[in-house]
């Protein structure tokens, strides 16, 4: 399985299973899950979406938007709970307007699930936490 780094994303390769979570960066030796989602931007983006053949899921969220806001902490703890199945990730939608218009984000939050550079699943709109995690399971 390769993996993006979360800190230099370069590409590493690991077992899949639960040892990953173990894993190491070869190139700046930090850990490869951090149990948190990560900042995507157009210039790390490409790594962990198209590269790396975890499945990515992206959180399209806005400073502004109420319901991105109670939805942070349920994706927060999908994170922390369901690495190394899945490499969650933020996109600030004002920031990173580039991949807002890339993937022509209309509402937020929208969800969407990455494989190799391929959007496998799309969501608008916030879920509960058992709905996101069965959402997810169906995408692994
Ligand atoms: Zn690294």
């Not at 983006?45 to 806001?69: I, R, Y």
Request: with cysteine; aromatic share 10%; hydrophobic share 45%.
């Amino acid at each position: 399985m390769i993996v993006a780094c979360p800190y230099c994303h370069s590409l590493n390769r690991l077992p899949a299973d639960k040892q990953a979570l173990d894993g190491r960066c070869g190139k700046c030796k930090q850990a490869l899950f951090c149990g948190a989602p990560l900042e995507l931007t157009s210039a790390n983006f490409a790594a962990h979406a198209n590269k790396a053949e975890l499945p990515l899921v992206v959180d399209f969220w806005a400073s502004w938007c109420g319901p991105c806001k109670s939805f942070a902490p349920v994706f927060s703890q999908a994170a922390a709970e369901l690495e190394p199945h899945f490499r969650f990730g933020k996109i600030n939608t004002e920031q990173q307007q580039q991949l807002a218009a890339q993937f022509a984000i209309r509402s937020i939050p929208t969800l969407m699930v990455f494989k190799q550079g391929k959007i496998v699943a799309q969501q608008a709109g916030a879920l509960p936490k058992q709905a996101f995690y069965q959402w997810l399971s169906q995408h692994k």
